[in-house]
């Protein structure tokens, strides 16, 4: 089993900052890339960003400039760096993982729980 602990989320003003960090634990031989996702109230779940292991990145456009995702290949950790948070970058941020847990399986898909991240005055 694997799991994905996120943490960080919280209240902030428009213009300020957030780190989101996310933990994989369990059974892992290997992690093939590690990303962030997003539901604002009433939408779909969105991709903000995404790493893989080789050091890829990639954004969605509305965050470009602002978010930056960073991993630690070695402890199984990503972490979001978000600034200059707008309202609309309210939602749920969820953690996801491509995990390869035995060896000799494929890649599978894992998801944390959630964080909330509110930006508001």
């Known amino acids: 089993q694997v799991q994905l602990v996120e943490s960080g989320g919280g209240l902030v003003q428009p213009g300020g900052s957030l780190r989101l960090f996310c933990a994989a634990s369990g059974s892992i031989v290997s992690i093939d890339y590690m990303a962030w996702y997003r539901q604002a109230p009433g939408k779909q779940r969105e991709l903000v960003a995404l790493?893989?292991?080789?050091?890829?990145?990639n954004y969605a456009d509305s965050v470009k400039g602002r978010f930056t995702i960073s991993r630690d290949n070695a402890k199984n950790t990503v972490s979001l760096q978000m600034n200059g948070l707008r309202p609309e970058d309210t939602g749920d941020y969820y953690c996801?993982?491509?995990?390869?847990?035995?060896?000799?399986?494929?890649?599978?898909?894992?998801w944390g729980q959630g964080t909330q991240v509110t930006v508001s005055s």
């Open positions: 790493m893989t292991t080789g050091g890829s990145r």
């Open positions: 996801n993982a491509g995990v390869v847990p035995a060896a000799g399986s494929g890649v599978y898909n894992y």
